[in-house]
């Protein structure tokens, strides 16, 4: 074996490869440009090596589910990445989350957004944001409720260091992708409500409206249903470390 190039490179290499051309695939396949879809590598419990191979592969984005797991990552891993966390975020996090990230995800009750916007004007830099929706009304998983979300949310268009770019679900589990599709079907036709409502619509700039969702079993009919991000774990960096 030469030096540099390990069986993880080659692996990483490649599933990341296959990935990117069924992203493009699925984007044509509806008439998109799959440059409009930003793969994020949902790297949580895996080891750094296989992140390090992904980042020389070309992966720049990286989800991470944990605060304190990403920040021992980061401390290890090029600079370049682009963190974004995907998982929940406790308020006593924030302060550190808004350092390290990006992009979060997970945004899932009004505290919490209020606090990053506090946080992020403290540190003087802006983030971005997802407002995560409790799509199959489950009471294991967070987000704001369907129920009124349009007026719940409204708040948010305009936040100061905040800028919340669009809406983020993680479905229930569906064998099926037909109903798989439904899911994603429905986190869009929210966006669409949103994006009419005057408070996104008139923002300086315009709303991106953009959808976090698809994971490694649903990610192309996510997209032909108009995800803008799409958060691959285990089909491209193989299972995770228990
Ligand atoms: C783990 C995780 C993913 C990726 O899951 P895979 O099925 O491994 O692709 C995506 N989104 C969130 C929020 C996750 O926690």
Known sequence: ????????????????????????????RVGRTPEDVVLVGASKRQDEARLR?????GLVVFGENRVQEAITKSARLPIAIDW?????????KAKAAARLFSTIH?????????????????????????LQVD??????KHGFAVDGLVETVEPFARLEHLDVVGLMAIPPYEESLDEARQWFGRLRS???ELALRPA????????????SMGMSHDFEVAIEEGA???RVGSALFGPRLS
Do not use: C
């Open 200 to 211: 996104w619509r008139d923002r300086p700039g315009g709303w991106p409206g953009a959808l």
């Open 84 to 92: 974004h966390l995907i998982g929940p975020l406790q308020s006593n």
């Open 190 to 192: 929210l966006r669409d």
């Open 135 to 140: 799509l199959g009304d489950e009471a294991t």
């Open 1 to 28: 074996m030469t030096a540099g190039a390990s069986s993880t490179d080659e692996a990483l290499r490649q599933r990341l490869a296959s990935i990117r051309a069924r992203i493009d695939d699925a984007s044509r």
């Open 228 to 230: 803008t991000h799409v």
């Open 106 to 130: 997970s945004l899932d009750r009004a505290k919490i957004v209020h606090t990053l916007d506090r946080e992020a004007g403290r540190l003087g830099r802006r983030l971005y944001g997802f």
């Open 53 to 57: 191979s992904a980042f020389d592969a």
